[in-house]
């Protein structure tokens, strides 16, 4: 399993790619754990617990697959708690601080929404080890989608305060939504050879799930306003640094500790 | 928003295929949807469960602790309704 499929394509590329999909999970897991026990209801902290569990568990087999595929022997934790701001390969929509609730949830719904369709089209994947990872995820992507769905609606369709609000959400995390459907020579290289998904490819589906819930939620879709993307090759928002701050210091002052 | 702003729903899970569904505790939920999906996170986390009922518990009629007497001591003596007075053949196991 641990061998990519295609031989033409190079393991560092392969690796490359685990680490964009992993590196997403793990920072909007850490993101999204903030919220623990600060969520409105003591019924949704355990949801929205339970959802950054999820992500999580995505993080840990892709960095895995990651530090194995390329012949680096760099375990998950490695992967995490060691590797600087400039090595992270996450977009930047997973790395902006959560905002209210309502932004909390306008995020989650577009990035659910990416990564379902996105987890979907790796199930047919050349490489076994993604397909097996993304049939994994997809189910646990699908409720995310749901559960920030029925969010978004519930808030925009409800009260002039909880309508303003989410509309609020949606236009400050809009601009960051274009990262994720941008292809470049990585991505391009490997959806030819089948192990990867075409990012752009993803936009139509995944937009559309968004617009449906928008436009039943009585929200309106934001003007495009281009903004500066390079999560992809280490470029991030200032606010990645403090995020890994908090995640990985304490592997840090304790190095080789086990718990 | 508060707790006490919500209404309070019972859940019942069902553990797998056959058994019955079995009260697990309850919570708050603005609605029947939301309910379910409160009860998804909060209550089968673990994989508990195949299927979920919420019920709201007002909508619940309880006997009332002041009855208990009448309703149930008559029926403490009554050791004819049990089927206990059967022989059960040798060889039957699951009874």
């Given at each position: 399993m641990s061998e990519p499929a295609s031989a033409t394509v190079p393991?560092?590329?392969v690796a490359d790619?685990?680490?964009?999909?992993?590196?997403?999970?793990?920072?909007?897991?850490?993101?999204?754990?903030?919220?623990?026990?600060?969520?409105?209801?003591?019924?949704?902290?355990?949801?929205?617990?339970?959802?950054?569990?999820?992500?999580?568990?995505?993080?840990?087999?892709?960095?895995t697959y990651a530090g194995r595929v390329d012949g680096s022997d760099r375990s998950e934790d490695d992967l995490a708690y060691f590797r600087d701001e400039r090595d992270f390969r996450n977009c930047h929509l997973v790395e902006l601080p959560n905002g209210d609730f309502g932004r909390t949830m306008a995020r989650l719904l577009v990035f659910a929404a990416y990564q379902h369709e996105l987890y979907t089209g790796l199930t047919a994947s050349a490489d076994e080890t993604l397909a097996a990872i993304a049939a994994k995820a997809l189910k646990e992507v699908a409720y995310h989608r749901e559960h920030a769905g029925a969010w978004v609606l519930r808030l925009g369709d409800g009260?002039?305060?909880?309508?303003?609000?989410?509309?609020?959400?949606i236009d400050a995390i809009w601009p960051y939504v274009p990262e994720l459907f941008e292809s470049d020579g990585l991505t391009t290289r490997l959806a030819a050879a089948g192990v990867a998904v075409d990012p752009a490819a993803l936009a139509d589906p995944a937009l559309g799930f968004v617009r449906q819930i928008l436009a039943e939620a009585t929200l309106s879709e934001p003007e495009p306003t281009p903004r500066p993307t390079g999560g992809r090759r280490g470029i991030h928002t200032e606010h990645l640094g403090y995020l890994l701050a908090e995640l990985q210091h304490l592997a840090r002052s304790h190095p080789e500790a086990e718990w | 928003m508060s707790a006490d702003s919500w209404p309070l729903w019972e859940v019942f899970v069902r553990?797998?295929?056959?058994?019955?569904?079995?009260h697990v505790g309850s919570l708050h939920a603005p609605d029947a949807e939301m309910a379910l999906r409160n009860a998804r996170d909060v209550y089968?986390?673990?994989?508990?469960?195949?299927?979920?009922?919420?019920?709201?518990?007002?909508?619940?009629?309880?006997?009332?602790?002041?009855?208990?007497?009448?309703?149930f001591d008559p029926a403490e003596d009554k050791v004819y309704r049990h089927p206990t007075f059967y022989h059960v053949p040798e060889g039957v196991e699951h009874l």
């Open positions: 393991v560092v590329d790619y685990a680490l964009r999909l992993g590196d997403d999970a793990l920072v909007l897991s850490q993101r999204t754990g903030e919220w623990i026990a600060a969520a409105p209801e003591l019924e949704e902290d355990l949801a929205i617990g339970n959802l950054a569990l999820d992500l999580l568990g995505q993080a840990r087999a892709l960095l009260t002039d305060e909880s309508r303003r609000r989410m509309q609020a959400g | 553990a797998k295929r056959g058994l019955s569904h079995v089968t986390r673990r994989g508990e469960g195949v299927s979920i009922w919420v019920i709201p518990a007002d909508q619940i009629a309880a006997s009332s602790p002041d009855e208990k007497d009448a309703y």
